[in-house]
T-cell receptor, first 114, second 115 residues
Framework: AQSVTQLDSHVSVSEGTPVLLRCNYS??????LFWYVQHPNKGLQLLLK??????LVKGINGFEAEFKKSETSFHLTKPSAHMSDAAEYFC????????????FGKGTHLIIQP | DTAVSQTPKYLVTQMGNDKSIKCEQNLGHDTMYWYKQDSKKFLKIMFS???????INETVPNRFSPKSPDKAHLNLHINSLELGDSAVYFC??????????????FGNGTRLTVT
């Protein structure tokens, strides 16, 4: 069985400072991992994905995430936050199969202070 | 150039009514989905269709009936609406039904409010 834990329900940073959104997973297999972003009143948009290639994955809008098997983590980072980054972020794990094989985290609400 | 579009964006209705939500994707994807997002932002898969065939049907009341006239469309009809059906419903599509390497593309959601 797989699971995903987003360690913070809310993260608040100042504009121009680094962002760190934490995600830990558990999986019996080699999972694929995704980060999605949801802006207010919008659907989820893929930020980046890891599927057993390079462990450091670069995504859109300057985000990146590093797959660390030893720590079972897939934390999302960005060097410098922008006001437009304010949104809900979801970490998702898949062991394969169909959409019923996807497990979504509960989300982290990112707040950007001016 | 909206990739996954769903209508209506907002739907306010009374208990007991029947309503439909429509979804269309122009990405050429084979697989489409309906998800429900509750007030705590938790996302739950409801249905999945691959090439018009139902492949996932989670534990959802049979008042909910999806219909896929072709692989670019997946509509959701809800009978006898209840207060607990209030949520945001998202349509999504992906290139294949495999969740391992086929990211989801979401519509902007339909906010359903049952009064």
């Amino acid at each position: 069985a797989q699971s995903v834990t987003q360690l913070d329900s809310h993260v608040s940073v100042s504009e121009g400072t680094p962002v760190l959104l934490r995600c830990n997973y558990s999986s019996s297999y080699s999972p694929s991992l995704f980060w999605y972003v949801q802006h207010p009143n919008k659907g989820l948009q893929l930020l980046l994905k890891y599927t057993s290639a390079a462990t450091l994955v670069k995504g859109i809008n300057g985000f990146e995430a590093e797959f660390k098997k030893s720590e079972t983590s897939f934390h999302l980072t960005k060097p410098s936050a922008h006001m437009s980054d304010a949104a809900e972020y979801f970490c998702v794990v898949s062991e394969g199969g169909g959409a019923d094989g996807l497990t979504f985290g509960k989300g982290t609400h990112l707040i950007i202070q001016p | 150039d909206t990739a996954v579009s769903q209508t209506p964006k907002y739907l306010v209705t009374q208990m007991g009514n029947d309503k439909s939500i429509k979804c269309e994707q122009n990405l050429g994807h084979d697989t489409m989905y309906w998800y429900k997002q509750d007030s705590k932002k938790f996302l739950k898969i409801m249905f999945s269709y691959n090439n018009k065939e139902l492949i996932i049907n989670e534990t959802v009341p049979n008042r909910f009936s999806p219909k896929s006239p072709d692989k670019a469309h997946l509509n959701l009809h809800i009978n006898s609406l209840e207060l607990g059906d209030s949520a945001v419903y998202f349509c999504a599509s992906s290139q294949s039904p495999s969740s391992y390497n086929s990211p989801l593309h979401f519509g902007n959601g339909t906010r359903l409010t049952v009064t």
